[in-house]
């Protein structure tokens, strides 16, 4: 018996526009990709004849050929990812330094086991209070330098006399945990997002119950992970229990 010959049916002609590196869900890890768009036609014993539109833009894995929408693209590499965790961590941790002081022995080591356990295996307490005090110095030479284009009476009603007010810093940290931690919490399951606020916690407990401005931090730290304010509460008050 011959073999059936396919008269006519549809090909498509692939064009590569960009390569890189993403996370391939089929292949479950980080692969080489190309973007990829096409155009389909009408082939009649294999010559192509009528366009039939436009294919793609197609995100193509070069390790299993699979082929993905351009939202792929959004999902973070495993070593971007790994990256982001250890920037949230470290983050969180320089703004509860921030907010609950670096007097205490207990708080500056569980700040630096924090660290080191994200994955900046070599900091130091000297290296983490250095940056603390450059990011605040920096946070009021830019305080200085805009209140000092504003007027006396809106000074004076700020009560700053020319000086930083006493919570400038911690909002620099707000913004910082809101622009670190929100393109972070959409790859992270609950637990995960969860994780990152109990680290900070644990941070704000070694020397004793929250301090208001601990908690703030902490109440951004929830919000910025997409927690809700009675999660972040209970979570909060869940770390002051002893296991």
Same mark, same amino acid.
């Given at each position: 018996?011959?073999?059936?010959?396919? #008269?006519?049916?549809v090909?498509?002609?692939?064009?590569?526009?960009?390569?890189?590196?993403?996370?391939?869900?089929?292949?479950?890890?980080?692969?080489?990709y190309?973007?990829?768009?096409?155009r389909?036609? /009408?082939?009649?014993?294999?010559?192509?004849? /009528?366009?039939?539109?436009?294919?793609?833009? #197609?995100?193509?894995?070069?390790?299993?050929?699979?082929?993905?929408?351009?939202?792929?693209?959004?999902?973070?590499?495993?070593?971007?990812?790994?990256?982001? /965790?250890?920037?949230?961590?470290?983050?969180?941790?320089? +703004?509860l330094? +921030?907010?609950?002081?670096?007097?205490?022995?207990?708080?500056r080591d569980?700040? #630096?086991?924090?660290?080191?356990a994200a994955g900046?295996?070599?900091?130091?307490?000297?290296? /983490?209070?250095?940056?603390?005090?450059? #990011?605040?110095?920096?946070?009021?030479?830019?305080?200085?330098?805009?209140?000092?284009?504003?007027?006396a009476d809106?000074?004076?009603?700020?009560?700053?006399?020319?000086?930083?007010?006493?919570?400038?810093?911690?909002?620099?940290?707000?913004?910082e945990?809101?622009?670190?931690l929100?393109p972070?919490?959409?790859?992270?399951?609950?637990?995960?997002?969860?994780?990152?606020?109990?680290q900070?916690?644990?941070?704000?407990?070694a020397?004793?119950?929250?301090?208001?401005?601990? @908690?703030?931090?902490?109440?951004?730290?929830?919000?910025a992970?997409?927690l @809700?304010?009675?999660?972040?509460?209970?979570?909060?008050?869940?770390?002051?229990?002893?296991?």
């Open positions: 018996m011959g073999r059936k010959i396919c #008269v006519m049916g090909c498509t002609s692939w064009r590569t526009v960009s390569d890189g590196e993403f996370f391939c869900p089929d292949c479950g890890g980080d692969r080489n190309r973007r990829r768009s096409g389909r036609r /009408l082939t009649v014993l294999g010559v192509p004849l /009528l366009s039939r539109g436009i294919a793609g833009p #197609v995100v193509e894995c070069s390790a299993c050929r699979g082929h993905f929408g351009l939202d792929t693209l959004d999902h973070p590499t495993t070593v971007r990812f790994s990256a982001m /965790l250890r920037d949230a961590v470290h983050t969180i941790t320089l +703004a330094l +921030a907010a609950g002081g670096t007097s205490s022995r207990a708080v569980a700040a #630096v086991g924090a660290v080191r900046f295996a070599d900091c130091s307490e000297e290296q /983490l209070l250095t940056l603390l005090a450059a #990011v605040t110095a920096v946070t009021a030479e830019t305080s200085e330098a805009t209140e000092a284009t504003e007027t809106t000074a004076e009603s700020a009560g700053s006399g020319g000086r930083p007010g006493p919570g400038l810093c911690d909002t620099a940290f707000a913004i945990l809101h622009e670190c929100e972070l919490a959409p790859h992270l399951a609950p637990a995960g997002r969860e994780s990152l606020l109990l900070g916690a644990r941070i704000a407990l020397d004793g119950s929250y301090t208001p401005a601990e @908690r703030e931090t902490l109440a951004t730290v929830g919000s992970l997409m @809700r304010p009675a999660d972040t509460s209970r979570l909060l008050a869940a770390a002051r229990t002893p296991s």
